[in-house]
């Protein structure tokens, strides 16, 4: 595989004002792809997958623990603790121990975290003055989020990105939240431009959840592509029972079925995902 090489560390937030989209299920599949291929690359890279959604999904599975994590080793310190070294966070991932990283989070610890993030200056930035430490260290931070985009923590996300994947369904509730979230992209990079500081780039909008033969289906993939053209990542992810499967079982979907449609589906969107990024670097 003629893999091309990231210039510049990245940043990737998964972001919908829509819950239920595949928001973590992409984050922890595409950051568990990035992290595959890493070897694969002369220099190699680091993945870190940053869980900025209070429910914790992404890290209590990447973690396969059911206990949440204590304050003092979590997201939640970590946001509002100013003296405390990121770089001693991240924890090596059962999925790919020697690539795959990430920071664990709990509704517990967040919700003590945000009111004092409330109260912190620059509140939005605080995630990015910590993913700019934490990126000489990853080459690629992946955030997932959770919520709706006026929210803390997804306004966070939004200003730590370098670039912005919005995952939808591929029905009508989905195309809703889409429209809602790619308005919120242009404000956050209005915001960012004011403040003289780089907006992320929107790297795609991804389909999930597509079932062929099912007309409203197919129809919201037609209206978005028309409406969106090639913001809209051709790598479209099918509707499939394969990811829940596999997640139930503390695996990916590589580990899990590597020839199922899924794990085909997600290898694509890596590959895609990874020639965006390295054209917007150009
Ligand atoms: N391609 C798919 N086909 C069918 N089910 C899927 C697919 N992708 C994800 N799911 C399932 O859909 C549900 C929602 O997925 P996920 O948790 O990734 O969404 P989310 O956007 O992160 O949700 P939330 O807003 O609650 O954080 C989960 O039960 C997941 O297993
Ligand atoms: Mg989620």
Same mark, same amino acid.
């Given at each position: 595989?003629?893999?091309?090489?990231?210039?510049?560390?990245?940043?990737?937030?998964?972001?919908?004002?829509?819950?239920?989209?595949?928001?973590?299920?992409?984050?922890?599949?595409?950051?568990?792809?990035?992290?595959?291929?890493?070897? !694969?690359?002369?220099?190699?890279?680091?993945?870190?997958?940053?869980?900025?959604?209070?429910?914790?999904?992404?890290?209590?599975?990447?973690?396969?623990?059911?206990?949440?994590?204590?304050?003092?080793?979590?997201?939640?310190?970590?946001?509002?603790?100013?003296?405390?070294?990121?770089?001693?966070?991240?924890?090596? *991932?059962?999925?790919?121990?020697?690539?795959?990283?990430?920071?664990?989070?709990? +509704?517990?610890?967040?919700?003590?975290?945000? +009111?004092?993030?409330?109260?912190?200056?620059?509140?939005?930035?605080?995630?990015?003055?910590?993913?700019?430490?934490?990126?000489?260290?990853?080459?690629?931070?992946?955030?997932? *989020?959770?919520?709706?985009?006026?929210?803390?923590?997804?306004?966070?996300?939004?200003?730590?990105?370098?670039?912005?994947?919005? +995952?939808?369904?591929?029905?009508?509730?989905?195309?809703?939240?889409?429209? !809602?979230?790619?308005?919120?992209?242009?404000?956050?990079?209005?915001?960012?431009?004011?403040?003289?500081?780089?907006? +992320?780039?929107?790297?795609?909008?991804?389909?999930?959840?597509?079932?062929?033969?099912?007309?409203?289906? =197919? =129809?919201?993939?037609?209206?978005?592509?028309?409406?969106?053209?090639?913001?809209?990542? =051709?790598?479209?992810?099918?509707?499939?029972?394969?990811?829940?499967?596999?997640? *139930?079982?503390?695996?990916?979907?590589? *580990?899990?079925?590597?020839?199922?449609?899924?794990?085909?589906?997600?290898?694509?969107?890596?590959?895609?995902?990874?020639?965006?990024?390295?054209?917007?670097?150009?």
């Amino acid at each position: 595989m003629d893999l091309p090489l990231l210039k510049k560390s990245v940043a990737i937030g998964l972001v919908c004002d829509k819950g239920g989209v595949s928001k973590t299920t992409t984050a922890l599949h595409l950051a568990s792809w990035l992290a595959k291929i890493s070897h !694969r690359h002369e220099y190699g890279w680091r993945v870190l997958l940053v869980d900025m959604d209070p429910q914790a999904t992404a890290a209590s599975t990447l973690s396969c623990q059911p206990e949440p994590p204590a304050l003092e080793q979590s997201l939640g310190r970590l946001l509002v603790d100013t003296k405390a070294d990121p770089l001693s966070f991240p924890r090596s *991932s059962p999925w790919r121990p020697e690539t795959l990283f990430y920071i664990p989070s709990s +509704p517990e610890t967040m919700e003590t975290a945000i +009111p004092a993030l409330l109260r912190m200056p620059n509140a939005d930035l605080r995630l990015r003055a910590l993913a700019a430490k934490l990126s000489a260290a990853y080459q690629v931070i992946v955030f997932d *989020s959770g919520g709706r985009v006026s929210d803390l923590l997804v306004r966070n996300v939004g200003f730590a990105s370098t670039h912005l994947i919005i +995952p939808a369904n591929a029905d009508w509730f989905g195309y809703e939240g889409l429209s !809602r979230t790619v308005r919120w992209q242009a404000d956050i990079g209005d915001s960012l431009a004011g403040l003289g500081l780089t907006p +992320p780039q929107l790297l795609g909008v991804l389909l999930s959840h597509v079932r062929t033969n099912v007309g409203n289906s =197919e =129809e919201t993939v037609s209206r978005t592509r028309a409406l969106l053209g090639d913001a809209v990542f =051709e790598t479209m992810i099918p509707f499939t029972i394969m990811f829940a499967d596999a997640i *139930s079982r503390g695996q990916d979907v590589f *580990s899990f079925g590597v020839s199922s449609p899924a794990a085909k589906a997600v290898n694509q969107l890596g590959l895609e995902v990874l020639q965006r990024v390295v054209q917007s670097q150009a």
